[in-house]
Every structure is written in structure tokens, then in C-alpha cells.
């Protein structure tokens, strides 16, 4: 059952600019209520910082939180430090690509893992998917986060989801055509590989059900020139998402596939300079700083992405 209905997801992205700094506000608060001083990473970065916070304008207040604090070389596990309660209530393991140094483990409790099925209702929305789609995961499904939270979203919206781990390309494509998919999970250059992959076996894809592809995972869905590729061999509308193992899944495609929206009821955005660190002059390129809302397992207050 999904816990936020479409109606409220609709309301919550409607909301002006003073409705929506006080569900921050409030959330924040209560996350932090919530896990300190149980997260002693946490309580040790925000020792003797005011709480609550009277003001999101007292975000600044608060540390950064960088990738490279929370990897620890532990005798019980490779688990990142900022794990709030105990290992016992932890279920879900997921750890990065390491394309960026070292990999990260990251735990999630049941009810985060419910927050990450509940915030990608955005992303499926956008993708104007409902209980009649049949969903492809063209994805491996090993330690990295991919689409493991997107399984169990379909699932919980009523789609038929089908698992293509361990499954070669051509078999992928051969379920995707059999079974009447009609959307696809996968990243986009795995797209393209099946495009290249149905053209060297005569396949007409365009013949296919399939009418939404949700990629994540590169830039390639936000890219004009390959979504296009996408799409006009597919004959499917792409959907871009932004998410990451130790954040959880932020963006969603706008209608106008100019970019991604950010999920401002779970996260906090700011953008900072990469050469001052400061707010972003006009048309500079700017750093993407994300704090979650409502994943008290295994929070990060202010995270430099890198992105």
C-alpha cells in the first residue's frame, strides 16, 4: 500500500514557496529529534548547535556532510558511521559504485525503506505509470542501489514487475517483446545497448509495448541528443531520475524534460559554488547539497554530492 496518495504527492508539489519552508523546517526538526543523540555521528558534528532550528535560514548553521566521513573499515561490517540505531534493526544493504574512491555500505531500516518506496511514487508518477504497466528491470541486481527501490515501488503501485538479472541482452529483449512490457527500468546506455543489440537481430523495437523508459544512474536521460536516440528507436517516452545510495531517490523528469525536479517534501537542496563554496553567482555551475527528511536510519544533514 503506498503511504502518500497521488492527490497529496500533486499538493505537496503545489505548495508556495512559505507553505513549503515550514513542512522543511518541521521535518528537519523532527529528524533530528529523532535521531539524536542515538546517532552518535550526528551528535558529535552538531554538538553544541542549537536545536531545534527556528529557521531554515539557520540551515548554514550546520556542518557539511561529506561521502569520505561516513566510510569506515569496521571489525562488524564496512557499514557507514552514520547508522542511528542498532545493526539488528537494519534489513536492506546496498553499497556504491566506488567510481568516485572508496565504496560505501549503506543500511536501511524497514521504515526507510518504505520512505524510499513512498518518494519514488514522484518518479512513477512522472512516468504516468498504473497498475496495467508491466515493468522490465534490466538490471543486474547486485550490492549497488540501482533498481532494487524501483522493483518494490512498481510492486507497490499494482504494476506487473519483471526481473531481467542474469538474463543476456537478447533474452532481455525476447521477455520484454513476449510479455508486453511496457516500461522499462535500465540506464541509459544499457538503452542504447538494447538498440544496438535489436538492430544486429533484426528486432523492430518500435513494434514493441513498450512506452516509458526510467533511467538513472548517468546523465543521458537530462541529455537532448540521447534521449532522442532513445526514444525514436524505442518509440517510448524517456523518464529521468536522480537518486544515490546514501541520499535516496531526490529527482524526477519534469514534463518538459529540461531537467529534474528535486522532491523538495523529502529533501533540502542547496546549490553552492564549486569555486567559492558560497551561494552560486547567475549561470555558474553549482554543486547539488541534499538533506533528507525522512530517513532517520541512516540520515546525511547538508551532503555534498559532488554532483
Given amino acids: ?37 542515538h ?16 529557521s531554515l535560514a539557520d540551515l548554514d548553521r550546520l556542518p557539511y556532510t561529506f561521502k569520505d566521513e561516513l566510510i569506515c573499515n569496521g571489525s562488524d561490517g564496512d557499514f557507514s558511521k ?43 508518477d512522472a512516468a504516468e505509470l498504473t497498475p496495467r504497466d508491466r515493468v522490465f528491470m534490466a538490471f543486474s541486481f547486485g550490492p549497488f542501489i540501482g533498481f532494487w527501490s524501483a522493483f518494490d515501488a512498481a510492486i507497490a503501485r499494482g504494476c506487473l514487475v519483471i526481473p531481467g538479472g542474469g538474463l543476456s541482452t537478447l533474452a532481455r529483449l525476447d521477455t520484454i517483446r513476449n510479455n508486453a512490457v511496457t516500461a522499462i527500468c535500465c540506464t541509459p546506455t544499457y ?22 523508459i526510467i533511467v538513472a544512474g ?20 524517456v523518464i529521468d531520475h536522480g537518486g544515490a545510495s546514501e541520499i535516496g531517490p531526490w529527482g524526477y523528469a519534469d514534463e518538459q524534460q529540461r531537467g529534474l525536479h528535486i522532491v523538495e517534501s523529502e ?41
Avoid at 39 to 54: C, D, M, Q, V, W
Avoid at 193 to 200: K, M
Avoid at 284 to 295: K, P
Fill in 191 to 212: 538503452a542504447l545497448h538494447l538498440v544496438e543489440v535489436a538492430a544486429e537481430n533484426d528486432i523492430k523495437l518500435a513494434s514493441f509495448d513498450v512506452r516509458r
Fill in 82 to 124: 552514520n547508522l542511528t540505531y542498532p545493526i539488528e534493526q537494519y534489513n536492506r544493504f546496498h553499497r556504491t559504485s566506488g567510481t568516485r574512491g572508496h565504496a560505501l555500505v549503506v543500511l536501511d531500516s524497514d521504515s526507510d525503506w518504505r520512505w524510499w518506496i513512498d518518494t519514488w511514487q514522484f518518479v512513477l
Fill in 267 to 307: 529533501f533540502i537542496a542547496e546549490f553552492l559554488s564549486g569555486e567559492s563554496g558560497k551561494p552560486p553567482a547567475d549561470s555558474e555551475l553549482a554543486e547539488l547539497v541534499l538533506t533528507t527528511l525522512g530517513r532517520a536510519g541512516s540520515p546525511v544533514i547538508r551532503y555534498r554530492t559532488g554532483d
Fill in 218 to 237: 548517468e546523465p543521458g536521460g537530462s541529455l537532448p541528443a540521447v534521449r532522442e536516440r532513445i526514444e525514436s528507436a524505442w518509440n517510448a517516452k
Fill in 1 to 37: 500500500m503506498l503511504e502518500t496518495t497521488y492527490e497529496e504527492r500533486r499538493r505537496l508539489e503545489s505548495l508556495d514557496s512559505n507553505e513549503l519552508t515550514k513542512l522543511q523546517l518541521d521535518k528537519l526538526n523532527a529528524l533530528l529529534s529523532t535521531i539524536l543523540p
Fill in 39 to 54: 546517532n552518535t555521528f550526528y551528535a558529535s558534528k552538531l554538538s553544541g548547535i542549537e536545536l531545534p532550528l527556528r
